[in-house]
């Protein structure tokens, strides 16, 4: 199965990492990536939907974490049995594939049970203590199509009457044939006419002729005035009636009461469950089957692939970043404290945004810039320097910026402002909590948490609210706040400061005590 490649932001995604995202995915799909996708975390921001929206772009999909789910080690190309198929067919198809289990679905690929190796063993096994010279007696009733299928018959008369569980071989003299036989019964025999008329007159429901043997005019009358199925075959009477006996339907076979799991379902989870079984159908909310999960596939399960953009703090990546194989960062903050086990790519620039350096990539490799691509990376540069006017803003930001632009026919200005008042015209609707978190970044300090949150807005009154709710503390200098006018960067103007701000936190009488 081929592993995707995923390119991901931080938690609380804004526009420059969705953004950066969807654009450095763009890039390595044209260098002939075939399985990069893009992704998100979270939900996505008003003015992220609006500038994907801008330029008919269906934003990157939400992955939550980076934990190993069913769906990345499943077998998805499933080989699977209809319940109305045989045994037979069943055995054939798990020795072709090497399989010990099969899934056996229904007309609408709903899973029923599964059929295993122990099952036609099981049916073997009843062959062989069953009185095999005179009868085999199945636990369901025999199935027409099956039989035919089975016998590679040619049927040369349909009949009318439903088949029974009962195969008689009709190797016996007349008088002992109608004793054994019963109402219901299919019968195998040769070319003895006098076994067949007997079996057709006593209530046999269908004829097996075996060896290619003529069938007469008289049998066939016979067997139509009693409504009996006629059927030749080439198969000699023994491997005949073996055949009849793997004719049974997976339906019949199967086991019912079989666990499942889903494509969402983590891997750990499941874990469990397919040690106590050797493989496990894969179903979607309907349950119909999209794959099967075998132990070697938990055996030969490989990490998700991913890149992280616009950060390379570990707090700031989604959940299961540690069980992933990181690939690359491309990032424009500090250097922080994800490691690897070996060299990957690894680009951070002091400019204003990832969106930046993004777009530099395409014009290292020669690659044009697409104009909706151009479009977002753009949205990226500016929602990340306040519209080119952030103290991170570098004239590197400012020429990108232009070049931008121009390939996506907007105006610098007016493009900026659209993308803020998106951005702020739901911040009085939304909850006390989800305004304050909404861009969140976590960073650690000498194994410490600290957490540093923005908000953009002209209102004042609606952040100082949140505060309050959320922190129950009013938004002035008391002590527990501070109101410094001017700090519009946290890259530039506030995290330089943590280890200071540390510190300070540790020198604090409480901390010593």
Known sequence: MTRPIYIIGHKHSDMDSVASAYAYARLLQLQGGKHVTPARSGELRPEVDFVFKRFHIEPPQVLSDLYLQV?????????????????????????????????????????????????????????????????????????????????????????????????????????????????????????????????????????????????????????????????????????????????????????????ICHPEDYLDDIRPELLQHNALPVVDSKRRLVGYLSRTDLLNARPKQVYLVDHNERSQAVDGIEEAELLGIIDHHRVADISTSRPILFRVEPVGSTSTIIATFYQEENIPLPPEVAGILLGGVLSDTLVLRSPTCTPRDKRIATELAALAGEDVEQFGQEIFAVATSILSTQPAEQLLTADFKEFVIEASRYAIGTVETVNTATLERAVAQVLGVPLETNGHTAVVDGLVSRKKQLVPFLPRIHEAMEALPHRRG
């Open 71 to 259: 769906r990345d080690v499943m077998e998805s190309n499933v080989v699977a049995i209809h319940t109305s198929q045989s045994l037979l067919e069943a055995t054939q198809l798990l020795q072709k594939h090497s399989y010990r289990s099969l899934p056996v679905i229904d007309a609408h690929k709903q899973v029923q049970g599964v059929i295993t190796q122990e099952d036609v063993a099981k049916q073997f096994s009843l062959q062989l203590t069953s009185e095999f010279d005179s009868f085999v007696d199945h636990f369901a009733p025999l199935q027409r199509e099956n039989v035919v299928r089975v016998l590679k018959g040619l049927v040369l008369l349909e009949g009318q009457r439903e088949l029974g569980q009962r195969i008689l071989v009709a190797a016996m003299e007349s008088q002992t044939l109608r004793t054994a036989l019963e109402p219901g019964d299919l019968v195998v025999t040769g070319d003895l006419q006098s076994a067949q008329a007997t079996a057709l007159e006593h209530g046999a429901t269908a004829l097996v002729v075996t060896d290619g043997a003529a069938v007469t005019e008289r049998i066939l009358a016979l067997a139509r005035e009693h409504g009996a199925m006629v059927i030749s075959t080439t198969y000699r009477t023994f491997t005949a009636v073996r055949l009849l006996s793997m004719s049974v339907s997976a339906q019949a076979m199967m086991k019912r009461q079989v666990p």
